[in-house]
């Protein structure tokens, strides 16, 4: 296995996808329990170099603050993966998509940190990383938010608990089953073993 700094390097030397309109980015931390899964980062993403860096982040990190974690903490001790490494460019709402192919070549880099880190909680951040963990895109929000699940993936089993896109483009999480079921996943994020132990409260 790679060491995580040849991991990072080969992964921001990455440039399979021709039709990504941004370079790598990566939230890769040394060690921890916890990781989180985002779709893809956007262009202020790229040009700051780490996930979550402009308005949706915004709002994932006010979430957090409910439960006790501010952000300069949640990036210091929670590996911040994604589905695509790279901005995949604008559609005519938001950002575009990345293709299967595009999901597939990016995959292996979100692999080898599960294997590295072997966490014990696995956190998803919106439909596409929510799919990756359910393996298909069909399902309902309000069915997976608010709930814990278990996985073997990459060898590795973890818990996971989903989160909905904080994207402002998301009218689902301003709904009143949305917020409900924000407020529960918060809660059993808040409540979990792993959580309370990389946060060090009880």
Request: glycine share 8%; with cysteine.
């Amino acid at each position: 296995m790679l060491t995580l700094n040849e991991h990072i390097h080969t992964l921001l030397d990455c440039r399979k996808c021709p039709d990504m309109q941004g370079k790598p980015v990566h939230g890769c931390i040394p060690k921890t329990k916890i990781i989180s899964i985002g779709q893809a980062p956007g262009v202020h993403e790229e040009r700051l170099g780490r996930p979550f860096a402009y308005t949706a982040g915004k709002t994932l990190f006010q979430w957090f603050s409910r439960i006790g974690v501010e952000e300069d903490v949640y990036r210091k001790k929670v590996n911040m993966a994604a589905v695509c490494r790279c901005f995949p460019g604008k559609a005519k709402s938001g950002d575009r998509k990345p293709s299967k192919p595009e999901i597939e070549n990016c995959r292996p880099w979100l692999g080898f940190e599960i294997q590295f880190h072997k966490p014990k909680l696995i956190l998803p951040i919106g439909k596409l990383a929510i799919a990756e963990l359910i393996g298909t895109e069909k399902f309902k929000l309000e069915d997976i938010v608010g709930t814990i699940q278990k996985k073997e993936w990459f060898g590795v089993t973890f818990d996971w608990i989903a989160l909905p896109h904080p994207s402002g483009l998301n009218v689902w999480n301003h709904t009143e089953i949305g917020k409900k079921r924000i407020g529960e996943a918060l809660e059993l994020i808040r409540s979990h073993k792993t959580w309370k132990e990389t946060f060090g409260y009880s």
